[in-house]
């Protein structure tokens, strides 16, 4: 699990934000394209990796505060996270952009916190 990227999503939830995925690359300065599949791939793969961590540990997915940019705002996390949540079992119903505001919600109350 890359740490880096883990603080720095605890870090987005506890200022109750989110952040979009290009902002995670350029603020971690990981230089990847995320125009180009397999960096996107390597970027879901991390962000799974610490979705797991957190389910297992009886939190929520704290990749819920990584999303695509529309506008100047975040607006969904994209297809990979509602994966992640329905192998993970954390997400069975139909509604994937309820199940992403009530993920956001959770971790914001629980990170301000914490």
């Known amino acids: 699990m890359r740490d880096d990227i883990y603080k720095k999503l605890i870090d987005v939830a506890r200022s109750q934000s989110l952040i979009s995925y290009d902002d995670l690359n ?3 300065g990981l230089e990847l394209d995320f125009e180009n599949p397999p ?3 390597l970027v879901g793969k991390w962000l799974d990796e610490i979705s797991k961590h957190e389910v297992e540990a009886e939190r929520h997915m704290l990749s819920a505060v990584v999303g695509h940019k529309e506008g100047g705002r975040v607006v969904d996390p994209g297809k ?5 949540a329905r192998a993970l079992g954390v997400h069975t119903g139909s509604d994937d952009l309820v199940f992403w505001a009530m993920e956001v919600k959770w971790l914001h109350d629980y990170w301000s916190s914490h």
Do not use: A, S, T
Not at 80 to 84: A, I, Q, V
């Open 39 to 41: 960096d996107r791939i």
């Open 80 to 84: 990979g996270f509602y994966r992640c």
């Open 26 to 28: 350029i603020e971690l």
